[in-house]
């Protein structure tokens, strides 16, 4: 595989569009596509693509995008997109309808403030608002993970066992416009990784059937419950995607979990996408020096990985989450995802959740630091902890309370005493 120096969006391009290229001989691909800061770069790359037997539609809206893509993967075509906060946003029907219609679409979306007011940095915020929509959700630390989470999103998403689209995320700018070196496939490697795709439930002019519409209860139920099933199943064929893709490229991509030094560990961090960079740095330092801490990185949102969660984390006595997000009301994402993970099996562990890069604002070394001293200084979780924000606002007093009223007293009649 060639090493090339790129950012995080040519190489998400370039594997949506190898990717694409691989159905060549099969029905083909297409993509809905339409620009977003700072996703922008990903469609440009896929439109400027020599597809053999292929479309890219420029379209008006991150809502058209997605239904083009809808409509070109019940065709039977491999279809995908990508966009980025408020364009999601705008984007939330129809990404709940290619989940519900059991669509391998794969999209790259780069993590962004969801506005107002506008932000263009990286906040998970906007893909997390999705975690309850039928969609695999995976979260990348470096441009080659994107690179190769795209390639293992579209295996995945497309094998008969699983049969859901999956979002392929990174964080906005620290990866997506950061150029590092990226080993880069060859469309022979993606062509062997990447078989044709043959939908069972496409659209077929010689079988014609209505697709979506009015069922009655109990036939939502059990589409729903199929779904419940193919996610339990996620999880397996996940590791034998991995486990091919080492076969055709010969490396291992990222797994759903990566522990480090969780062994022993008395104090776990758990963190996602880039922050998990530096975090790892931090829990390198101060193994050195002798301190039982350990970082679970977790790339797989849903399903959520609960065993290998309860794994890292079995000798442990605290457990501190670090979310790039803020779910109005109850704080972090991930925290709010780990203790309902652990409610009922490990109720001995402290569970405390740290808001940090909110907005995109740096996560460095030294917060983590200010992360692991509280920590280590709690005997009971409390509410999220915002770190690094350096001048709140001050909440404000409450007003005196008012005087009654007392109304006048008419002339000539005595007041009651």
């Not at 060549?24 to 922008?40: D, K, L, V």
């Not at 990903?42 to 991150?62: L, Y």
Request: with cysteine; charged share 20%.
């Amino acid at each position: 595989m060639p090493r090339e120096i790129v950012t995080g969006n040519h190489a998400a391009g370039l594997a949506l569009s190898m990717a694409g290229e691989a159905n060549r001989f099969a029905r083909g691909t297409a993509a809905g596509i339409y620009p977003i800061t700072p996703q922008t770069e990903i469609v440009e790359r896929v439109a400027a693509f020599p597809f053999s037997k292929g479309r890219v539609v420029p379209v008006e809206s991150e809502h058209s995008a997605m239904g083009v893509t809808i409509g070109a993967s019940l065709s039977g075509a491999r279809a995908f997109t990508a966009s980025s906060s408020n364009g999601l946003a705008y984007m939330v029907e129809n990404i709940m309808v290619a989940g519900f219609y059991r669509l391998p679409v794969v999209m790259v979306a780069v993590n962004r403030t969801l506005g107002p007011p506008w932000n263009i940095w990286a906040d998970q915020g906007d893909t997390l608002m999705l975690r309850d929509f039928p969609w695999i959700q995976l979260y990348a630390q470096d441009n080659q993970q994107v690179a190769d989470l795209t390639l293992l999103a579209f295996r995945l998403a497309e094998d008969p066992r699983v049969l859901l689209p999956v979002l392929v995320c990174m964080d906005a700018f620290i990866v997506s416009h950061t150029q590092m070196e990226t080993e880069l496939p060859t469309q022979e490697q993606v062509d062997r990784y990447l078989p044709p795709l043959d939908l069972p439930h496409r659209m077929r002019s010689d079988d014609p059937k209505t697709l979506g519409g009015l069922v009655w209860p109990d036939a939502t139920v059990s589409l729903r419950k199929e779904i419940h099933e193919a996610f339990d199943r996620v999880p397996m064929v996940f590791e034998e995607c991995r486990q091919e893709f080492r076969d055709v490229f010969g490396r291992s991509p990222a797994g759903a979990v990566e522990a480090y030094h969780t062994k022993n560990a008395e104090t776990v961090l758990v963190a996602t996408a880039t922050i998990a960079t530096t975090a790892l740095e931090v829990v390198r330092s101060r193994r050195a020096a002798g301190e039982r801490v350990g970082l679970l990185i977790l790339r797989m949102l849903r399903p959520f990985p609960i065993d290998q969660l309860l794994e890292a984390c079995a000798s442990a006595s605290r457990i501190g989450v670090l979310d790039r997000d803020y779910a109005a009301g109850i704080g972090g994402v991930w925290a709010h995802e780990i203790r309902a993970a652990l409610q009922g099996t490990r109720d001995d562990l402290l569970v405390q959740g740290y808001l940090t890069g909110i907005g995109g604002g740096d996560v460095t070394a030294e917060r983590i630091d200010e992360v692991l001293v509280d920590l280590g200084q709690r005997e009971l979780p409390g509410p999220p902890v915002w770190v690094g924000l350096e001048d709140p606002a001050p909440v404000p007093a409450a007003p005196p309370p008012k005087a009654p009223l007392v109304p006048p007293v008419p002339s000539g009649v005595e007041a009651t005493p």
